[in-house]
């Protein structure tokens, strides 16, 4: 019975040292800026403004166990690899249950009205939808 007990006690043990490892790796810190780009496709500066925007407009939130950065760095791991399996891989620490969880609140975001209405304009007189016109135009651009 004591030799069950210990036992048990030593896989808590590694589970919480592991657990501990993983949560100790930060993408910002740890790899270089190269090496952050090779893997999610955005510099870490493109990177940190996106949390903030997705912070200040949206829903988008941490929880008490994942942080919004890892949401979104599980997310662009995807976007970049367009594989379930890499994100799973690399953060061995999201299922990937939780990963297609991660990858549709992200997704889900941009359309959010305060993201639509900052970034996406559209002419909305004869006069702006001209201009915009003669731009293709005048760049040689056929739509």
Not at 76 to 93: E, H, I, M, N, W
Not at 129 to 142: C, D, K, L, P, T
Request: charged fraction near 25%.
């Amino acid at each position: 019975m004591f030799a069950a007990a210990k036992a048990q006690d030593d896989r808590n043990y590694n589970a919480n040292v592991e657990r501990r490892a993983r949560a100790s790796f930060n993408p910002l810190l740890h790899l270089t800026g190269k090496q952050f780009k090779d893997r999610y496709r955005i510099s870490k500066k493109v990177f940190k403004f996106l949390c903030k925007e997705l912070r200040s407009l949206t829903n988008l939130r941490s929880s008490q166990r994942v942080s919004l950065e890892h949401k979104v760095l599980t997310a662009l791991l995807f976007f970049a690899t367009g594989s379930y399996q890499r994100p799973v891989g690399v953060a061995k620490d999201t299922s990937h249950k939780m990963c297609s969880v991660y990858i549709e609140e992200v997704t889900q975001e941009p359309t959010h009205k305060n993201i639509i209405n900052k970034y996406i304009r559209f002419p909305d007189t004869p006069a702006a939808r001209q201009a915009v016109s003669q731009w293709y135009v005048m760049m040689n651009i056929e739509f």
